[in-house]
């Protein structure tokens, strides 16, 4: 070779080498350059947002998709962040006023709802643990034996002695032979039910519980369905609407007649006051061979609940029967769906309600805490345990 040959050579190589050493060194200096830029500009930001941008992957471009995502991702934490913030709600109902409420459930209602397994199990764990509805909720047989003296529920000083005569109305055992039920329904009395066309998804429902005997047939019946299977009954209403059972003996059987073969849910045991009316309701329908079946709550899982849900923040003198029946359908069901749970004077827009979907009758002053119990109720919604029916249905 040619000592110039020789030359052109050594020089070939050495660019190659110094190609080789631009390449390993210069070229990811961009990338870190890019990393260090990003980590800069978000600094501040919430995590859920730094994940866009982590140190593995090259700045997103400005797309379509990358804003709805981090969209999506905003939502998520304001969500969490509301949820966080209303847990404390419970301790503060007495700073809030309707339209604070109202706020709030317009707040809610913009982050989706999704049922949370693990909160749920766990909330039921904890009333299973205190309370056990499946087996404590109703009189019994097996779990109230002839000779037993049993303490009314609020008037616990006083005693009632089971003989053979009342031991003959409980049944034997528990009756809810369907449990778990998969999909429930918990039909209140809110006014809130007037124009929503919730009677078919309603009537959909695998066990559907009402409160009160309110009335279910004619016009209203597309708002609050039909279907029940068990609704609770207040003696007080029951003397003042039918007396004593005698003289309108024939308008109470054909009101309760709309009722199917469900059980009416007595608190004969709550107050003295409350047992001999219970008993004439018993009595009356096996009479009159009618198809609907009378149980009595248990005051001694009356008493248990309201300790669980003193423990909550819930102090007022009685427990309304909607939170009775909403505790009783988590232990009872899979899915729980509220309608009619609204203790509000009016609308989130603004329209005016009556208290009532059948009337405008309002509830004594101090018995019951609504507000308390109502923020109680959203808080098992935001926690993915039960779902709450905010606005009118969706028709089938």
């Not at 205190?130 to 047989?141: E, K, M, P, T, Y």
Request: proline share 5%; aromatic share 10%; glycine share 6%.
């Amino acid at each position: 070779m040619r000592p110039g040959g020789a030359l052109l050579a050594l020089l070939a190589s050495l660019l190659l080498l110094l190609r080789l050493i631009w390449s390993s060194t210069d070229e990811p200096a961009r990338p870190r350059l890019l990393v260090e830029v990003s980590r800069e500009a978000t600094h501040g930001t919430p995590a859920a947002l730094r994940t866009l941008r982590s140190p593995a992957t090259s700045l997103p471009r400005a797309t379509n998709s990358t804003y709805l995502d981090e969209n999506s991702l905003r939502l998520t934490e304001r969500c969490s962040n509301l949820q966080d913030g209303f847990r404390t709600l419970s301790n503060k109902t007495k700073k809030y006023s309707e339209d604070d409420y109202l706020q709030i459930i317009t707040n809610i209602q913009s982050c989706p709802w999704k049922r949370q397994v693990e909160e749920y199990e766990n909330f039921r764990a904890e009333l299973t643990s205190c309370c056990d509805a499946v087996q404590n909720l109703i009189v019994s047989q097996n779990n109230t034996p002839v000779g037993t003296n049993m303490s009314y529920e609020v008037e616990n000083k006083n005693e009632i002695l089971i003989r053979e005569n009342i031991f003959s109305m409980f049944p034997v055992s528990q009756p809810f032979v369907g449990y778990p039920y998969n999909q429930c329904a918990v039909v209140g009395n809110g006014g809130i039910l007037n124009m929503s066309l919730c009677g078919a998804e309603i009537d959909k429902s695998d066990f559907v519980f009402r409160c009160n005997l309110p009335p279910t047939t004619g016009n209203v019946s597309k708002d609050v369905g039909s279907k029940t299977n068990l609704v609770t009954v207040n003696p007080s209403i029951i003397r003042l609407k039918y007396g004593n059972l005698k003289e309108k003996k024939a308008i109470f059987l054909e009101d309760v007649a709309t009722y199917g073969d469900a059980f009416l849910l007595l608190p004969a045991f709550s107050f003295r006051a409350n047992t001999g009316a219970s008993f004439k309701v018993y009595n009356t329908l096996k009479e009159s061979k009618a198809r609907q079946k009378v149980i009595y709550f248990h005051p001694k899982y009356l008493r248990n609940l309201a300790l669980f849900w003193r423990t909550k923040g819930v102090t007022e003198y009685r427990l309304s029967s909607g939170l009775m029946i909403t505790s009783v359908a988590i232990a009872l069901c899979e899915n729980v769906k509220l309608y009619g749970f609204w203790p509000f004077s009016k609308t989130v827009q603004d329209t005016p309600l009556s208290h009532h979907y059948y009337d405008n009758n309002l509830p004594k002053r101090g018995f019951h805490e609504m507000p308390k119990e109502y923020s109680q109720i959203l808080q098992l919604y935001v926690k993915g345990i039960l779902k709450l029916q905010f606005n009118k249905c969706e028709r089938a």
